[in-house]
């Protein structure tokens, strides 16, 4: 495992995945202030506590997420994909990320799925991690 570390480090392949996801984002000319309105949104809507707003949030989080990703890797057919694709060395929290997107699968599939206030914040806190780390929000 030391050794894989090291590789990395050493070949600069974490530092260049992330210059990819950045120069993915440049190119394709997705705004940060476009990727904070999704954002305040999200949050303007796991703040009401109402169940379909719950879902809303958890929907359009997951939808973000799958845009930027997809815009790194055009060779896949769907999120799910993706997901299976990335690594905790490009993505640091994939395995929960993964966790959520079939959540959100639940939340589509079953119209009267219920979740709470603090599993959807639970969730929506996930997927803020992951725009933190991509650099889409603060």
Known sequence: MGFIIYFLIKTN????????FIDVLGAK?????????????IQKRLKTGELNQLKLAILEADKV????????DYQVKNFDEILEKITEIQLSNIKEIRHIHKLRHRIAAEPNFYISANEAEMAIEIYKRAFQELKLIE
Request: charged content about 35%; hydrophobic content about 40%.
């Open 13 to 20: 392949l974490i530092g260049e995945k992330i210059e990819s």
């Open 65 to 72: 997420l799958y845009e930027i990703l997809k815009m790194i």
């Open 29 to 41: 000319n997705i705004s940060k202030r476009r990727t904070l309105k999704a954002w305040k949104q």
